[in-house]
């Protein structure tokens, strides 16, 4: 049976909605692009603190580069009022040691697996040491990202790590489509690869 999980989210932000407080909820940002309209569709639950963990980005002028772009994006006042970056590193001997003798997987195979599994672990491990009450990440809003493996994999370090992790399909309710919108509004750089040396492709 197909699982629903922007309705689960619903419910868990509807709940949370009733208890008159806004938890502290970091995420995993892939990019601003695609944060833009997670932003938007959690603000109103959460207090939001965004974690750019991303050491599978190649090369490291391109990693800096997605990095500066949350300064446009933070520093919008009415869209991101409340809105804090974590510190994060740069580490991508941590990807390349993950990936070994997947290099030629094909995109969304075993390789994007192992590089979600690194990603969403050490955003599980950042918010207990940070005392945040949620974690989750921005990566289901594209449509090339597998929702259900994305949450399977977040649940578990969820229970690993004993912090919350919010089930969601970001992609749902044209997600995507209005992170586009976001990105030409806000004048966002929109890369035109996942961010691994092994599916840079050009346009």
């Known amino acids: 049976m197909k699982t629903d999980f922007q309705s689960e989210m619903e419910k868990e932000t509807e709940h949370i909605k009733s208890t008159g407080k806004k938890p502290v909820l970091l995420l995993q940002c892939c990019c601003a692009p695609c944060s833009s309209a997670v932003l938007e569709r959690l603000k109103e639950y959460f207090t939001l603190k965004l974690y750019f ?30 809105i804090t970056l974590l510190d994060s ?14 290099e030629n997987e094909k995109e969304g195979g075993e390789r994007c697996t192992e590089c979600f599994k690194l990603r969403l672990e050490e955003t599980a491990k950042k918010a207990k040491e940070t005392g945040a009450e949620y974690f989750c990440t921005t990566l289901s809003v594209s449509p090339h990202k597998n929702a259900r493996l994305l949450n399977e994999i977040g649940l578990r370090f969820a229970e690993k790590y004993g912090v919350k992790y919010l089930i969601s399909d970001f992609k749902k309710k044209d997600g995507y489509k209005r992170s586009t919108e976001l990105s030409r509004e806000l004048g966002l750089y929109r890369q035109n690869y996942c961010g691994c040396k092994f599916s840079i492709w050009f346009e």
């Open 89 to 102: 590193q740069y580490e991508p001997e941590e990807f390349f040691s993950r990936v070994k003798g997947l």
């Open 53 to 82: 963990y991303n050491p599978n980005i190649y090369p490291e002028s391109e990693y800096y580069k997605r990095l500066e772009q949350f300064g446009k994006l933070l520093g919008n006042g009415e869209f991101a009022e409340g």
